[in-house]
């Protein structure tokens, strides 16, 4: 049995009956939004989100009907940005499919962002739920900040390392803070553990998106679907970098941010991966990321152990051990 | 004294003290974004939909601390809005500068409608506004279910009429008359005005997008800031081709639908054109958009007389009346 599948068993039934669910509030009368949002849930994405939140719930005390549209809210949230994502990065594959982008095109990818942006917004509405609107308006909002606040950095080839923690915080982190906080808050109203639940959301998302930038480096193409070295070409300087460039002198490092700066070939993204190799980048960005998810943990021991709570210790590791 | 000028005096304190509140829940700490989101404010744009808000508010009461929430609300969701169809659209012009996107990026301009929509949303959450929220959702859910069916009836080069209609409801009139019963809402709980105000936008927005839709065949191009035949382009059949065809026979209309089909050539948009003027599709049409107006307005007559609802009659008048 695969390691997802052990940690997904508590709420297996649920996650099942959240797709039926999922999939019945898309239904609409307009034949070709209709026709766009089959071929998007054609391929089930990962569900890492909707499982964070029923585990959240049960943790604390039991699934109901309203960890489900907190559930659906988010994931609708969360198809719609990346559905965002692939018209801004022109991306023309999504799941081993293409992309919406590239089967229809950016006007029908932008609309139907928005229409799912504007649905998850209706559910939460609907059904009276203003506390999951509050968490997660911040944490969108919080996510297009993080965007803009990396474009700004990669422009400046800023190699703080607080301020990469402040973008892969508002970027990735956010969200699946809020995804702890919106299933605590489905079953109870208690403070400190929704105050607790947060903080562990936000470590294992600040771990979950290092080990993403890792992936950059050492990566296979065919597994993690995108080129390795994609960051570089881009211009984002991540923790596996910024670290290698605090081992090595001022001047050194300067050069490597040149190369970074003006790079265009090959061998250019293939000489900052290996200096960053040899240069123990990759070791420390993973020291780091398990630090996180050690202190994520803790905080679950401070919870009554249950079924959940095993599955979410195995899901802390499973994000800084896994190869996609 | 311009027009619009008129329309605007008996809540023109309040417009200004707008614009400064609007800056203000903009502020950021990310240099990138305050610099993208100063340029955008740069060139302040009509206003018309705070304007209904306080005009809506001051027929029914008066203007206080909630109707700014909801016209702050509102500028909001309309501006992320605008940016979001200069990326889908290519537009590199917008209020007679350079879009966001031509003068930055594509992701820039998604990334800057996505806050603003969220920074939209967290107003309302932030003040309590959870009906302000609902039915401007309900808004944007209509906005892009009705782009899309706009292009899908192109597609299909449908010329029903109702079809017309419900898309320029769901597209352009949804949000106008949520403006009305949001500024409604502000003042008064009263059901009965709020519907009357709801139709009363709705009737007013219908007319709006007609207005506009004539421009496409007799507009200038330097007033109206896109060429003229626009719509035919991109195969849009708007009301003025619409009636224009039900004047003729099938086969004549037929011919008419395969050259808007096919059209390439600047020639054929101008056959286009010629056959909807000579066949009085926009007599017809602004017919239509009048009939919308004096709907509209004999709904204002139910309320008090006040200089409110004045400047609302003239702005009715003026929505069919103005010329870019």
């Not at 071929?39 to 039991?62: D, Q, T």
């Not at 982190?173 to 605590?184: D, F, P, R, Y």
């Not at 994520?296 to 979410?312: D, G, W, Y």
Request: proline share 2%; aromatic share 8%.
């Amino acid at each position: 049995m695969k390691v997802l599948d052990q940690i997904t068993l508590p709420v297996s039934k649920e996650l099942e009956k959240f797709e039926e669910y999922f999939r019945s509030v898309l239904k609409t009368d307009i034949g070709l939004l209709d026709t766009v949002v089959r071929y998007l849930v054609s391929r089930k994405g990962k569900r890492i989100r909707p499982l964070l939140i029923f585990l959240s719930a049960n943790l604390v005390g039991e699934v109901n009907e309203r960890t489900f549209i907190g559930a659906t809210m988010v994931e609708l949230l969360h198809t719609a940005t990346l559905v965002h994502d692939d018209v801004v990065d022109e991306a023309q594959e999504r799941r081993g499919i293409l992309s919406i982008n590239a089967k229809w095109n950016n006007k029908i990818a932008v609309l139907l962002g928005d229409f799912l942006l504007a649905k998850g917004l209706l559910i939460a509405i609907e059904n009276n739920e203003f506390e999951f609107l509050h968490v997660l308006s911040e944490a969108v909002k919080l996510m297009s900040e993080g965007e803009l606040l990396q474009i700004q950095t990669s422009r400046e080839f800023e190699t703080d390392e607080n301020r990469y923690f402040e973008i892969i915080y508002s970027k990735t982190a956010s969200l699946i803070s809020a995804c702890c906080e919106i299933g605590c808050l489905s079953v109870t109203d208690d403070k400190e553990m929704r105050a607790k639940l947060k903080e562990f959301g936000k470590l294992i998302g600040l771990a979950f998106q290092i080990r993403d930038d890792i992936f950059d480096y050492i990566g296979k193409t065919s597994i993690i679907g995108k080129p390795v070295g994609n960051d570089i070409r881009e211009k984002k300087i991540t923790l596996p970098l910024i670290y290698a460039l605090q081992k090595v002198s001022d001047k050194e490092a300067k050069a490597i941010v040149n190369i970074v700066k003006s790079n265009k070939k090959r061998k250019d993204v293939k000489e900052v991966i290996d200096f960053v190799i040899e240069n123990d980048g990759i070791g420390s960005a993973q020291a780091t990321a398990i630090d996180f998810i050690n202190k994520a943990k803790r905080i679950l021991q401070e919870f009554p152990n249950n079924s959940a709570r095993e599955s979410l210790l195995r899901l802390a590791d499973y994000i800084v051990e896994r190869e996609k």
